[in-house]
């Protein structure tokens, strides 16, 4: 492991930019390949707007977000603790359309994010959330 961030933030969508800043301390010493490390961001971009719109959409905005991020010599590991209802997020991911045949607004960053993502799943966790991992190999 070359380092390991947390962050805690809160249900708003305005905290994306802080996420955003952030994570970029995690590309030192950067990525070499700049799109890989693009795919990065917009990974935890999305990851944490589904969980800020869809998630937290029936708890306050005040309802904290967690975030954890790895870097290892050959990954980024993500994860993203929400405290929502469940999501079966394998089962979403097979009743929408792939990306090419996909014009609707929603699914499209959910199918994104699989074609993206080395791994990708969203689990419950002992303390009653759920967690969205995602790692990205490069």
Known sequence: MLNKINLQVDSRLEAAEQVHE????????AIPDTI??????????????NIAEHSHKDLPPETPIDIEAVRFHDRIEMRIWSQGPPFNLKQRLQETPDLEDNYDERGRGLKMMEQWADDLSYDRTEDNRHCLYIMKRF
């Open 22 to 29: 952030w994570f970029q301390q995690l590309n030192q010493p």
């Open 36 to 49: 890989i490390w693009l795919q990065c961001l917009t990974l935890l971009q999305e990851g944490f707007i």
